[in-house]
């Protein structure tokens, strides 16, 4: 009953984390690029939000996977060399 108090409260987390950063992430693009989108019209802002999007992703993700293989490379060796072991 107690673990899944726990990994509902943990998961909570993990979604205003990732809310949280989703909303830092479009703060910045909205920052970086505002410049002369005022006066363009629903079309044209559209292929410059996507480019924004996809910038601002861009770095998060090689930083994401950069994060998983640092921290799962080790792990993966050593169940790799257990199973050839056995």
Do not use: N
Not at 19 to 40: N, Q
């Amino acid at each position: 009953m107690a673990s899944s108090s726990c990994s509902s409260d943990e998961s909570q987390r993990r979604q205003s984390l990732l809310k949280c950063i989703s909303a830092k992430i479009r703060l910045l693009s909205l920052t970086i690029f505002r410049g002369d989108d005022e006066m363009l019209s629903d079309e044209e802002l559209r292929p410059r939000e996507r480019k924004r999007v996809m910038i601002a992703a861009g770095p998060l993700c090689v930083l994401l996977l950069i994060l998983f293989f640092a921290f799962g490379a080790r792990p993966a060796v050593h169940a790799i060399k257990a199973f050839q072991t056995h």
